[in-house]
């Protein structure tokens, strides 16, 4: 499975911004499509990530309230709006695939896509 993520972009502090992550293949319903991200000199660290059959979604405590994850079953691909971007958010974006739901650890992961990046200035 190949995931392709998009719509990263520089924006500035208090905006908004919609990343997209198509797969390649059919998402199975047991599936969790999520997002991670790494900040320049950073970990990778956990955004948000949605259980494909039934919605449920998981969110870190940093970007709770702020950003929103969603799907689109018919075009397997799952999205991360952001809004009240702050500069802290700065960082490449990557899509990721699971079948665990939670609050990801990498190990967690089995697929990755490449990523996007989103610079937030102040």
């Known amino acids: 499975v190949q995931l392709q993520a998009f719509g990263g972009g520089l924006v500035q502090a208090g905006e908004s911004l919609r990343l997209s992550c198509a797969a390649s293949a059919r998402i199975f319903s047991s599936a969790v499509m999520g997002w991670f991200r790494q900040a320049p000199g950073k970990e990778r660290e956990f955004v948000a990530n949605?259980?494909?059959?039934?919605?449920?979604?998981w969110y870190a405590d940093s970007v709770k309230g702020r950003f929103t994850v969603s799907k689109d079953s018919a075009k397997n691909t799952v999205y991360l709006q952001m809004n009240s971007l702050k500069p802290e958010d700065t960082a490449l974006y990557f899509c990721?695939?699971?079948?665990?739901?939670?609050?990801?650890?990498?190990?967690?992961?089995?697929?990755w896509g490449k990523g996007t990046p989103v610079t937030v200035s102040s």
């Open positions: 990721a695939r699971s079948t665990d739901g939670g609050q990801w650890k990498e190990r967690d992961v089995r697929y």
């Open positions: 949605i259980r494909w059959n039934t919605g449920r979604a």
